[in-house]
T-cell receptor, first 118, second 108 residues
Framework: DSGVTQTPKHLITATGQRVTLRCSPR?????VYWYQQSLDQGLQFLIQ???????AKGNILERFSAQQFPDLHSELNLSSLELGDSALYFC?????????????????FGAGSRLTVL | DAKTTQPTSMDCAEGRAANLPCNHS???????VYWYRQIHSQGPQYIIH???NNETNEMASLIITEDRKSSTLILPHATLRDTAVYYC?????????FGDGTTLTVKP
């Protein structure tokens, strides 16, 4: 157990639907990161939050949104789902803020949420 | 985005040292190099990180060249359980970008 909790582990839904993936970071970590891993694209960075604020954005689609709450858990919302959104979604957490890399930005990953869009 | 270059795949005999290279020629002076591995579809697992000096922990050793443009991860005695995809990354503008990594296959 890495200490990063992701729910649900598996999710099957239909095109056009909306889902929410949840992540609880490791105790003491302030940063949360979301990654998407599909079969043909490897690990794609989506977005990072630090202590409730968005800090970095990757290739996140406009149909996707995320937030980090005061208790530091984060949610990734995926809407108007398409077949191509089927993937593993990983959440990771770290102690520090990546913009000031002090070696404290070791990422601890959760087990992932596997989304299947039919 | 931070860009690293790694060989697509490597083989290693069980019990031998596995040396995985990584090129990170655009890394800045204060950016650390991190190594992770991913076994099957599990979440990536942290291995080691370093800035300038060589580092060693219970899992591996990290050798960073003096110009910091490349590094090598060394698994001193590879086992079958070390078969995985190995990623080297660094953080740039807040983004920890993973490339395609190296698929290491340890063979009996």
């Amino acid at each position: 157990d890495s200490g990063v909790t992701q729910t649900p582990k598996h999710l099957i839904t239909a095109t056009g639907q909306r889902v929410t993936l949840r992540c609880s970071p490791r105790s003491g970590d302030l940063s949360v990161y979301w990654y998407q891993q599909s079969l043909d694209q490897g690990l794609q960075f989506l977005i990072q939050y630090y202590n409730g604020e968005e800090r970095a954005k990757g290739n996140i689609l406009e149909r996707f949104s995320a937030q980090q709450f005061p208790d530091l858990h984060s949610e990734l919302n995926l809407s108007s789902l398409e077949l191509g959104d089927s993937a593993l979604y990983f959440c990771a957490s770290s102690v520090g803020l990546s913009g000031r890399d002090s070696g404290a930005n070791v990422l601890t990953f959760g087990a992932g949420s596997r989304l299947t869009v039919l | 985005d931070a860009k690293t270059t790694q060989p697509t795949s490597m083989d290693c005999a069980e019990g031998r040292a596995a040396n995985l290279p990584c090129n990170h020629s655009t890394i800045s002076g204060n950016e650390y190099v991190y190594w992770y591995r991913q076994i099957h579809s599990q979440g990536p697992q942290y291995i080691i990180h370093g800035l300038k000096n060589n580092e060693t922990n219970e899992m591996a050793s990290l050798i960073i060249t003096e110009d910091r443009k490349s590094s090598t991860l060394i698994l001193p005695h590879a086992t079958l359980r070390d078969t995985a995809v190995y990623y080297c990354i660094y953080t740039n503008a807040g983004k920890s970008t993973f490339g395609d990594g190296t698929t290491l296959t340890v063979k009996p």
